[in-house]
């Protein structure tokens, strides 16, 4: 069975920092590009931040570029998302998710999903 599991939500205050983790049971993430949604209450969802696996080509929303950094390590098939001066408006359940199409493909119909981790920011 082909799962995604993240971890690394929780509680921060505005300003902190967060990294959340991304990683794969039933497949290896070597042939995915990789990609992190989120969801916030009574909104779409939206697409935050993605890589490549061939090329480590990178796509950050313009809501979050020059805060969040993703990156992917292989030899432990693993993606993170490292989110610094993190805003109220970041608060949402945040989702990894996978497509064997490129980021393309992942931006607009990814083929695998997590079940989600809540990140909140809040004083």
């Known amino acids: 069975q082909v799962q995604l599991v993240e971890s690394g939500g929780g509680l921060v205050q505005p300003g902190g920092s967060l990294r959340l983790s991304c990683a794969p049971s039933g497949f290896a993430l070597d042939y995915y590009a990789i990609g992190w949604f989120r969801q916030a209450p009574g909104k779409e969802r939206e697409g935050v931040s993605c890589i490549n696996n061939y090329d480590g080509k990178t796509y950050y929303a313009n809501s979050v570029k020059g805060r969040f950094i993703i990156s992917r390590d292989n030899a432990k098939d693993t993606v993170y998302l490292q989110m610094n001066s993190l805003k109220p408006e970041d608060t949402a359940v945040y989702y990894c998710?996978?497509?064997?199409?490129?980021?393309?493909?992942?931006?607009?119909?990814?083929?695998?999903w997590g079940q989600g981790t809540q990140v909140t920011v809040s004083s």
């Open positions: 998710a996978a497509s064997s199409r490129g980021l393309a493909g992942l931006l607009l119909s990814p083929e695998n």
